[in-house]
């Protein structure tokens, strides 16, 4: 059974907003808790998110901050902090493609939801309403990138 703590915080990221709680206990219990120390290497910029590492016992994978931050850099340069609630990881989930950034556990390290490739996959598969405020979030990413342009 999920932690009920860990379902109220997924339901307040714009990803999985909107969901019911029984998708919202599903996604708490297809993931797993994963801890970084400070200054661990989270993902790395251009890893492929294909082949045999996607089903690797370290997978591919999206994360949720549960507590901590993560640094965003992009070759070499920090383009954003995230912090509890926020998520990475998960663009490459959709896509397949290279992922397009390190993220670094910051200062007094990281513990996050990591949910796999197969397990997202799965969700997507079984419970297709999940795809709906992902698409949401995505095209509102779409837009802000095309009105500062």
Known sequence: MADEALVTTLGEIDLFHGLSH????????SGHEARYEAGAVVLVQGDSVTGFKAFSPAGVEMHVILEGRARVDVDGVTHTVLGRGQYFGEVALIDGRPRTADVVADDGGLRTLALSKWAFDDLLEKHPEVAVPMLRVLAGRLRAQESSH
């Open 22 to 29: 029984k998708v919202l206990t599903r996604i708490a219990e």
